[in-house]
């Protein structure tokens, strides 16, 4: 923790009977201005001590001392409250923020430590859905957010290319399938096969036989099936990379569902081996009745595997190749029973590491009301969501500043950062609910918004135009307004470490939200380039800071910060 943190740790150690790491993890910042920049609350030494807290406080009051960086000691209630010298503040958070720039709030947490994290994977052969938005834009962000404090991150696609879905493919191209068609709009073509398969199966449920016989053949490595297979895949993955493209996002790894086929056996194997798995009409299982859970289904009668197998092959693949501190599975929450089965059959194999496999689970996404869902053909795609979005900003941007250059770049930047920003700052487990107007209002609590009091802040160092320097006058700043914004930076780093700890890119973007808030409270208030060359000095000095911070902070959650808006 920073510097102020270590002198109360330094005054509190001596009188109470705590670790220092307890005095750390205990120590508050308040929400509130009279309370201090910083707060110790006495309720776990009442406890100890059998005293009321307020009694502990106030006793306490009576023997710490201020010291260099804490100026003030008081206390109000059950509190131990501390102030800071304002100074040495702002010149402490300033100065760190300017010289370490983008690597501002990196920290070593993780060296040595490697997370990966199984985010996006979307279905082959079907469009790439808005449903998939979140899995997408959350990993992506942890994964970034992750490496800023220092772990090595290896971000997999687990593709969701095997499974019986593509024996009833298989079965309706062949049935059904234009070569013409297929070759000039894939993804269309395949989606309308697999909406129609579904319509036929109604009427004829012996496709659903052969949709299964299809997909053993394809398990057992038919040359026809896998050539079909494969060119499904193709198509699906050229048009995947487009959403990747816009969103600037990759992948260390595309390793998918079908690339474990060929371990499965010996999954299964283990398991066997293991006496974890019995028979249950013809099929294999393991029960999970003692834990509470539904028999997870390892082998069908048919002999197919299932989405489990494969998942439990793949933690374990993974395990080997990577040796993970964390495994993390950005994934739906209809998917909870899944994981807690896959993890559970971990555990009883006896990998000390299935507790480190993480579901980091959300909400559904809803537009315009309607969940979606791919088997009933009303899907969203992605692309479009994207596109309109862009269009939209454009449009914002040509009434608002005709002038501006490159605008279609701008508004691309704009439009992806506004709902990507709409689905992060949603909690994850909460459900979303898009709303066009919402998502792009430069005004409200939207990635825009934070954008444009970036652009601002950029103008504002245009304006000044001359290189920022360090070693300003810290005594100049003594405004609540400034003093705010300093304390706001200050608690950046911590504000990531939270967010990685909570897996919840949220907490990042309200922080956001905050300290543009704070800012433009001020630039309301304040002119920031006056007569006053000192005064300048050190608010732009302050003002970088700012910019710098925001700029990085959208950087961890995907976005990009455009100069001008
Ligand atoms: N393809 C799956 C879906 O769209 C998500 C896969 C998530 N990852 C995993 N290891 N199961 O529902």
Redesign the pocket.
């Known amino acids: 923790m920073n510097r102020f943190v270590e002198e109360i740790k330094e005054i509190l150690k001596t009188e109470v009977d705590l670790s220092e790491e307890e005095i750390e993890r205990i120590i508050e910042i308040p929400p509130e201005e009279k309370l201090g920049d910083y707060a110790f609350p006495c309720f776990i030494l009442a406890k100890r001590l059998k005293k009321s807290p307020e009694k502990i406080a106030s006793n306490l009051l009576e023997k710490l001392k201020p010291k260099d960086l804490i100026e003030k000691i008081y206390s109000i209630g059950p509190y131990v409250n501390f102030r800071v010298n304002k100074k040495k503040l702002a010149e402490f958070v300033l100065t760190d923020i300017f010289e370490k720039n983008k690597s501002y709030g990196k920290d070593i947490l993780g060296e040595g430590k490697t997370i990966v994290i ?2 996006s ?3 082959i052969a079907k469009p790439f859905g808005v ?2 938005l979140r ?1 997408t834009v959350i990993g992506n962000s942890l994964y970034k957010i992750f490496e800023h404090l220092g772990y090595k991150c290896i971000g ?1 696609n ?3 290319d095997w499974g019986t879905q593509f024996g009833k493919l298989i079965v309706a191209y062949k049935n059904w399938g234009d070569e013409k068609k297929l070759s000039s709009d894939p993804i269309m073509t395949l989606f309308d096969l697999y909406v129609k398969f579904h319509q036929e199966a109604e009427k004829k449920p012996e496709l659903e036989d052969d949709a299964r016989s299809w997909f053993k053949k394809l398990e057992n490595g038919d040359e026809e099936a896998k050539k079909i297979w494969q060119r499904f895949k193709d198509y699906s993955l050229k048009e995947f990379e487009k959403i990747y493209l816009m969103l600037e996002i990759s992948f260390d790894s595309y390793a ?2 079908s690339f474990y086929n060929k371990y499965i056996d010996q999954t299964i194997e283990e398991v066997q081996k293991k006496g974890l798995a019995e028979k249950s009409q013809d099929a294999l299982v393991v029960n999970l009745k003692k834990f509470n859970l539904p028999v997870c289904l390892l082998r069908k009668k048919d002999e197919a595997t299932l ?1 489990a197998t ?2 439990i092959t ?1 933690a374990i693949y993974r395990y080997k190749t990577y040796r993970f501190h964390k495994l993390l ?4 929450s ?2 909870k029973l ?2 807690q089965q ?1 993890f559970k059959v971990l555990e009883l194999m006896g990998y000390p590491w299935a507790k480190d496999l993480v579901h980091v689970d959300f909400g559904w996404i809803k537009f315009e009301k309607k969940i979606l869902s791919t088997r009933k053909g009303d899907v969203i795609f992605l692309e479009d969501v994207l596109k309109k979005s862009i269009e939209i900003a454009l449009d914002i941007i040509q009434k608002k500043n005709p002038d501006l250059e490159k605008k279609d770049e701008v508004a691309f930047e704009v439009g992806i950062g506004a709902v990507v920003f709409a689905d992060l700052s949603t909690k994850r487990q909460k459900d979303i609910n898009f709303d066009w107007e919402e998502v792009l209002d430069f005004e409200g609590q939207t990635g825009p918004y934070i954008q444009y009091t970036h652009a601002r802040l950029c103008s504002l160092i245009r304006k000044y135009g001359k290189p920022v320097k360090k070693d300003v006058d810290f005594s100049v700043f003594s405004l609540e307004e400034e003093y705010s914004i300093i304390k706001k930076l200050d608690d950046f780093p911590r504000k990531i470490k939270i967010t990685a700890e909570m897996y919840e890119p949220s907490i990042l973007c309200s922080y956001l939200l905050d300290l543009c808030s704070v800012f433009n409270r001020f630039y309301q208030k304040e002119r920031i380039i006056t007569d006053d060359k000192n005064s300048t000095d050190s608010r732009i000095f302050m003002i970088k800071g700012v910019k710098t911070v925001i700029e990085l902070g959208l950087n961890l959650l995907g976005i990009k910060a455009p100069e001008r808006m």
């Open positions: 199984d985010f994977s979307p279905n449903g998939h899995s997999v687990h593709l969701g998918g569902e989405y494969r998942d793949a599975y950005v994934v739906g209809a998917q899944h994981f896959v």
